[in-house]
C-alpha cells in the first residue's frame, strides 16, 4: 500500500529553521511530483512547494519567498522541505504530497497525501 509519512516538524521560534521530510513506501514515487501543502487552523489546504521527479522542475507559493527550499532524493525515496526564517503565520500542520494532476498546485490535484507534521513557530 503506498504511504507518505511526515517528519521533522516541532516548536521553533520564529527566525528559526525547521526541516521536514518524507518517506515514501509501497510504490516507486521516484517517478512522480511530489510536494508539500499545508494546513492552518480554521483555513483551507495551501499550496506551499512542488518538486518534479528530475529536480528540474520547482515550484513555490508566493509567501515562502526565498525562505524554503524542497528538495528530493530519489534513491532514498524521500523528499524534504527546509524551511529558515519562520514565522508564527508558516504555524500550520504540514502535508507530504505525491502524484498530482493539473496545475500542480491545488490540493485536488493530488492523488497522495501523508497523515501531517505539526509546526509551529512562536513569536
Known amino acids: 500500500q503506498a504511504q507518505l509519512v511526515e517528519s521533522g516538524g516541532g516548536l521553533v521560534q520564529a527566525g528559526g529553521s525547521l526541516r521536514l521530510s518524507c518517506a515514501a513506501s509501497g510504490r516507486i514515487f521516484s517517478s512522480l511530483p511530489m510536494g508539500w501543502f499545508r494546513q492552518a487552523p480554521g483555513k483551507e489546504r495551501e499550496f506551499v512547494a512542488v518538486i518534479s521527479w528530475t529536480g528540474g522542475t520547482i515550484f513555490y507559493a508566493d509567501f515562502v519567498q526565498g525562505r524554503f527550499t524542497i528538495s528530493r532524493d530519489n534513491a532514498k525515496n524521500t523528499v524534504d522541505l527546509q524551511m529558515d526564517s519562520l514565522k508564527p503565520e508558516d504555524t500550520a500542520v504540514y502535508y507530504c504530497?505525491?502524484?498530482?494532476?493539473?496545475?500542480?498546485?491545488?490540493?485536488?490535484?493530488?492523488?497522495?497525501w501523508g497523515q501531517g507534521t505539526q509546526v509551529t513557530v512562536s513569536s
Open positions: 504530497v505525491a502524484d498530482p494532476e493539473g496545475s500542480w498546485r491545488e490540493a485536488a490535484d493530488y492523488s497522495f
